[in-house]
């Protein structure tokens, strides 16, 4: 099975930027998809986005939509997403996830927070 592992998180302005890492490990070579959620306390998980891993097309939520985007490295074993323009409602626990057909394997999880 794939197991992914986050890195990246930590504390930013406003408006400032972050780029978290996913690195998966086990077998890739069976991985068909890789994204993000993110979740606050009290709250469901969120989808953030996510990238085919055979044919790059993306998708994202629309509140991040212009500010996030979300790529992958030629070895197809890291995910990245790059996140600008950040805003306080974006602090979350953004947890990397992968799909393949073992099922859906998640990382423990990076925290984001972004100060007023």
């Known amino acids: 099975q794939v197991q992914p592992v986050e890195f990246g998180g930590g504390l930013v302005q406003a408006g400032g930027s972050l780029r978290l890492s996913c690195v998966a490990s086990?077998?890739?070579?069976?991985?068909?998809?890789m994204g993000w959620f993110r979740q606050t306390p009290g709250k469901e998980r969120e989808f953030v986005a996510d990238?085919?891993?055979?044919?790059?097309?993306?998708f994202y939520t629309d509140s991040v939509k212009g500010r996030f985007t979300i790529s992958r490295d030629d070895a197809k074993t890291t995910v990245y997403l790059q996140m600008v323009n950040l805003k306080p409602e974006d602090t979350a626990a953004y947890y990397c996830?992968?799909?393949?057909?073992?099922?859906?394997?998640w990382g423990q999880g990076t925290q984001v927070t972004v100060s007023s």
């Open positions: 996830y992968a799909d393949s057909p073992e099922g859906r394997a």
């Open positions: 086990g077998r890739t070579s069976r991985t068909y998809t």
């Open positions: 990238i085919g891993w055979s044919n790059n097309y993306t």
